[in-house]
């Protein structure tokens, strides 16, 4: 049973012009509030990659390949085409958790950044099969054209063809969604600097992470992301990361992109299986992108 936490006296935003300060003061800060050591948020940290390759083991004989290769084309086609043949019927697969989990983090998002003359644009970065983009095409009182990007062809033709058959319709007649082969480490191939209001990243990043040459790749992405933001447009990644790590690693970004106001945060979410994940959000104030 996934129970949510939100709002846990974890938030914290600052406009990265005032974050001169070193890494040391910001883990000291963070570790304060939570009241954890360094040591045992090493030991957490270390269940939390336990328990992500338990929970793949439990769905698929490629375990090795896919812990392996979280990076690789063939490794996912392999992991979707596997978990579809095995049920007749589709069935969504939710990395972590699912829509209703954190629609509050991301639905509020959509409500207060509207563009009268056209569609809010967001992109479910790595969207695999999951029901979080039909969800937010579905639900949203705004205008919006989702995009349920993936770098496997595989699990964008099964969402695709499940949509359909469903019929899902919109809130607003004039929302849009579509589905797109994508390398997630190559976004700026297709959309432009800002161009997207929302980019949500539901354990895409912790794939990568995970992966080889992880570290390289998704940090490219990070900049991507940033880059492609429109003001005033927002980073969502919801992930198991310790928020000693992933804070510094946003705030170093944000800051070596040039975005000299910029919001870095984080909630908590919620624990699932003893594992507690967190939402990290980066949201632009001014148009600063190069």
Not at 128 to 135: K, M, Q, V, Y
Not at 175 to 196: A, M, P, R, V, W
């Amino acid at each position: 049973m996934f129970s949510q936490s939100r709002f846990t006296g974890l938030q914290r935003k600052f406009n990265t012009k005032k974050c001169g300060q070193s890494e040391t003061s910001v883990l000291q800060r963070w570790r304060k509030q939570t009241n954890m050591s360094a040591f045992t948020k090493s030991f957490v940290s270390l269940a939390r990659r336990r328990v992500f390759s338990r929970s793949i083991r439990q769905h698929s004989s490629v375990t090795t390949e896919l812990m392996e290769n979280m990076d690789k084309k063939s490794a996912w086609d392999r992991f979707y085409s596997e978990t579809s043949s095995r049920n007749p019927n589709f069935k969504n697969f939710e990395w972590f958790f699912g829509f209703d989990a954190v629609q509050d983090f991301i639905m509020p998002l959509l409500q207060t950044a509207s563009r009268p003359n056209s569609p809010l644009h967001v992109l479910d970065m790595g969207c695999g099969t999951s029901a979080l983009g039909p969800c937010i095409y579905r639900d949203s009182v705004l205008p919006v054209r989702v995009t349920c990007a993936d770098i496997s062809p595989v699990a964008v033709r099964l969402m695709r063809e499940h949509v359909q058959a469903e019929a899902i319709q919109p809130h607003d007649v004039s929302s849009h969604i579509e589905f797109l082969e994508l390398d997630c480490t190559q976004l700026d191939t297709y959309y432009g600097s800002n161009s997207l209001d929302l980019i949500v990243d539901k354990g895409t990043t912790d794939a990568l992470l995970r992966s080889k040459e992880g570290t390289e790749k998704a940090g490219l992405v990070l900049k991507q992301c940033l880059r492609l933001l429109r003001t005033s447009g927002s980073l969502l990644q919801f992930s198991d990361e310790d928020p000693d790590a992933r804070l510094v690693w946003l705030e170093t970004a944000a800051r070596d992109q040039g975005l000299v106001a910029a919001d870095v945060g984080v909630q908590e979410v919620g624990v699932l299986r003893g594992v507690c994940y967190y939402c990290y959000q980066v949201t632009l104030h001014q148009d600063v992108n190069k």
